[in-house]
């Protein structure tokens, strides 16, 4: 069977062509360049309990390419524990999709307003965003966390080059501003009645033991 092109079909393949090319060769590049927990002033992590941080972010655009003010935002933060200051090697996070962020009334539209490219005059500026979110320092795996990390989640129909500068963490073992706290995996009182404990503790007692029978 042969399939005839007039000139409209040609014309037309060549601009979607050309439309496609453009779009792959778009240089948008959000990076989190700074990531700051600014209170409470003593932060603990204790097992099992929520946990009200503040915290603040600076973004700009490092790709080439402008971007401009809409009306959605750019791109979305999300908190995690993680046992890598690599977020993208980590072997554990949690939760699997972040924790969410209230971001301040007054920086929301700083996530949705433009953002020139690097090669721009004058280029990208640095966006501060201020922000609290809820975390709670897990049952599981407790000793293995020793980060809070937070990254951009940026939709995929916005475009980004590399996610190697989307996150950036701060270790477990220091207050704020030159860490994000302290983890502290002893239960409290009121964690000691959780159920949640007493299914970690009953899977790690009865585990070995299922194990052995098998």
């Known amino acids: 069977m042969y399939i005839m092109f007039g000139r409209f079909d040609v014309v037309s393949w060549l601009v979607v062509m050309c439309i496609g090319v453009q779009i792959s060769l778009g240089d948008v590049d959000f990076a989190l360049t700074s990531y700051e927990v600014t209170g409470p002033d003593l932060v603990d992590y204790r097992l ?106 940026i939709p995929v129909a916005n475009g980004n080059d590399g996610t190697d500068n989307n996150f950036q963490c701060l270790a477990l073992i220091a207050q704020p501003p030159l860490g994000a ?19 970690v503790m009953i899977t790690g007692l009865l585990l070995p033991v299922l194990l052995m029978v098998v």
């Open 48 to 153: 099992g309990e929520d946990v009200i941080i503040n915290a603040t972010v600076k973004v700009k655009n490092v790709g080439s390419d402008d971007v401009s003010s809409g009306p959605t935002n750019h791109f979305g933060l999300r908190l995690y524990f993680s046992n890598n200051i690599n977020l993208e090697d980590a072997t554990l996070h949690t939760p699997s999709t972040g924790y969410d962020v209230d971001v301040d009334d007054s920086d929301r539209d700083k996530m949705k307003g433009g953002f020139p490219g690097s090669t721009s005059n004058p280029p990208s500026p640095v966006r501060q965003i201020s922000f609290s979110a809820n975390v709670t320092m897990p049952f599981y795996n407790c000793t293995q966390y020793s980060h809070l990390c937070t990254k951009l989640k």
């Open 181 to 199: 706290g302290f983890r502290d995996c002893r239960p409290s009182s009121s964690t000691l009645l959780s159920p949640s404990l007493y299914n």
